[in-house]
């Protein structure tokens, strides 16, 4: 997938673009960094309405592709390098999103599919571990 960034759009924008693509993962942004497999402080998380201009402070447009077969935490770190804006990248869990930092070295298909899976087996009732355990 490719996801266009310039000034104009909308953090809601982008994260909705980057979940269409990956419809258990979203995309979440930041007034500050984090390191590589460390969480982001929810009080630095910024709101869905701001634009891309008004949350940097690297100014130029361009485009990013993401694959299914980057690491997590390489993506965050390209989006910081490239445009100047932090994110950190969440799972869904059932009703819930988890961030990802803990699991920065899985790619962003396999996050994908952790979150299908985890979302599947609470839509259907089945605790996975007991299926994995009984005999063939």
Do not use: C
Not at 8 to 22: A, I, R
Not at 38 to 53: A, C, D, F, V, Y
């Amino acid at each position: 997938m490719i996801i266009e960034i310039d000034d104009t759009k909308t953090l809601e924008e982008v994260s909705k673009s980057f979940s269409e693509s990956f419809p258990f993962l979203k995309m979440e942004f930041y007034d500050e960094g984090h390191h590589w497999q460390e969480q982001s402080s929810r009080k630095h998380m910024l709101p869905h309405n701001k634009t891309i201009g008004e949350v940097r402070k690297k100014h130029n447009p361009g485009a990013m592709e993401i694959h299914n077969w980057q690491k997590t935490g390489t993506v965050e770190q390209e989006f910081r390098r490239l445009f100047g804006l932090n994110i950190q990248l969440f799972r869904q869990e059932g009703d819930m999103w988890i961030q990802t930092a803990g699991t920065d070295e899985l790619t962003i298909e396999e996050q994908n599919q952790i979150g299908r899976n985890m979302s599947e087996d609470l839509l259907h009732g089945t605790d996975r571990k007991f299926e994995e355990e009984k005999p063939l």
